[in-house]
């Protein structure tokens, strides 16, 4: 069964904190997306990465940074968070183009 | 940037009723994906379809890619409690890769037993 799983379900943090969020793939997959997923704006792109130590910025990667130094994990980092970082975000990965697989996801909330 | 219109936004029916659901676009698309996505949890795959024309079934799911690659739909039939939940459509565009998919917004489920 392929699995993309979030370090955490449920963070709080405070506005300034530095906020990791880490996500592992078991699927030997390629591609690796993060997504924050918020009501009446949909899903939309933070970065991407199609490689190990390679990323690309998404959407909207402003106030974002991520890592990938191996295949298999790809974390997005918040440096300095703020209340406007407050949302559902999305780890994902695929093989090939279109067909992505999601993780649980997680819930951040900055106070 | 580019959108899809999916509709409806919402739809509450009765256990045992269909469900259709479709997304549109002006914007042509290589590849649709449909997601369901239960409260608190990640989006999963149900269906993916490749080519124009393309109808593919899964278990009570069916869904088309349009033939002129701008929309498709999905239907659910004998609807059960547990199709509660919010779906996705995702197209992806022709130039690139999955970062090239656009979603739409996502239409939530309510099947009252």
């Known amino acids: 069964d392929v699995k993309v799983t979030q370090s955490s379900r449920y963070l709080v943090k405070r506005t300034g904190e530095k906020v990791f969020l880490e996500c592992v793939q078991d699927?030997?997959?390629?591609?690796m997306f993060w997504y924050r997923q918020d009501p009446g704006l949909g899903l939309r792109l933070i970065y991407f990465?199609?490689?190990?130590?390679?990323?690309e910025k998404g959407d909207i990667p402003e106030g974002y940074s991520v890592s990938r130094e191996k295949k298999e994990r790809f974390s997005l980092i918040l440096e300095s968070a703020s209340t406007n970082q407050t949302s559902m975000y999305l780890c994902?990965?695929?093989?090939?183009?279109?067909?992505?697989?999601f993780g649980e996801g997680s819930r951040l909330t900055v106070l | 940037g580019q959108q899809l219109n999916q509709s409806p936004q919402s739809m509450f029916i009765q256990e045992g009723e269909d469900v259709s659901m479709n997304c549109t676009s002006s914007?042509?698309?290589?590849?649709w994906l449909w997601y369901k996505q239960d409260p608190g949890e990640g989006p999963v795959l149900l269906i993916a379809?490749?080519?124009?024309?393309e109808l593919t079934s899964n278990g009570r799911l069916t869904a088309q890619f349009g033939i002129t690659r701008k929309d498709s739909f999905l239907n659910i039939s004998a609807s059960i409690p547990s199709d509660v939940g919010i779906y996705f459509c995702?197209?992806?565009?022709?130039?690139?890769?999955?970062?090239?998919?656009?979603f739409g917004k996502g239409m939530k489920l309510t099947v009252n037993p």
């Open positions: 914007s042509i698309f290589n590849t």
């Open positions: 699927m030997d997959h390629e591609n």
């Open positions: 994902a990965s695929s093989f090939w183009v279109g067909e992505l697989f």
């Open positions: 995702a197209g992806q565009l022709p130039q690139g890769g999955s970062e090239k998919l656009v």
């Open positions: 379809l490749y080519k124009a024309g």
């Open positions: 990465s199609y490689d190990v130590k390679m990323k």
